[in-house]
């Protein structure tokens, strides 16, 4: 059997002493794809949030779609003092936080996500479900968290983010992906 071309030059796939087709690609990350294609991955910027006490929230995202999981794929932030950030599951009704309107990372983009994104100096009402990640931070450095398998806030649920510490101006941004819902297994 030979493998040709579909525009009848007759090419042949050449294939490797492994048993392997010779081939070329290019590949890009599935964020980059997304962004894109869709529009829909954003950075959700929050700038010298100071919290008000110690294991305060200070950033609060809910999916509130049906349809879509939103995946937090990473996370670069820093304070001005050591301490410890603890990136949450959360339930409950969010208070005290202003909104903060995510950016599409395709300028000029007018998709929006369906989530309620918040920032405050001490965002309550929520009851932690479980840490996702404990964050250990130095003072005055970048810190950046990817996870490969990224955080999936499903349909109705919330994460949030609480600084450990009394003290400390933090800044960041988090990168945020829309995913649609798909059941293929």
């Known amino acids: ?33 997304i962004a894109r294609n869709t529009g829909k991955v ?25 349809t879509f999981d939103y995946n937090v794929t990473d996370l670069r932030i820093s304070s001005t003092v050591a301490g410890q950030l603890e990136f949450n599951s ?12 995510p950016v599409s990372r395709k300028i000029g983009s007018v998709n929006a996500p369906d989530i309620t994104s918040e920032t405050g100096t001490d965002i309550t009402g929520l009851t932690s479900d479980g840490t996702v990640f404990l964050l250990t ?12 398998s990224n955080i999936i806030v499903q349909p109705g ?11 400390g101006i933090l800044s ?12 293929d297994f």
């Open 137 to 148: 931070l130095e003072a005055d450095k970048m810190f950046q968290l990817r996870t490969s």
């Open 172 to 183: 960041g941004t988090l990168s945020v992906v829309e995913e649609p819902i798909v059941f």
């Open 42 to 66: 954003w950075s959700v910027v929050f700038k010298d949030i100071d919290p008000a006490g110690a294991d305060d929230y200070f950033i609060y995202i809910k999916n509130n779609s049906t």
């Open 1 to 33: 059997m030979k493998i040709q071309d579909g525009t009848g030059r007759q090419y042949s796939t050449k294939v490797s002493s492994d048993n392997r087709l010779s081939t070329n690609s290019v590949s890009v990350s599935s964020d980059h794809f």
């Open 90 to 101: 959360v339930s409950g009704t969010a208070s005290g936080g202003t909104t903060n309107t």
């Open 157 to 167: 649920k919330s994460v949030a983010l609480l600084w450990g510490v009394s003290t």
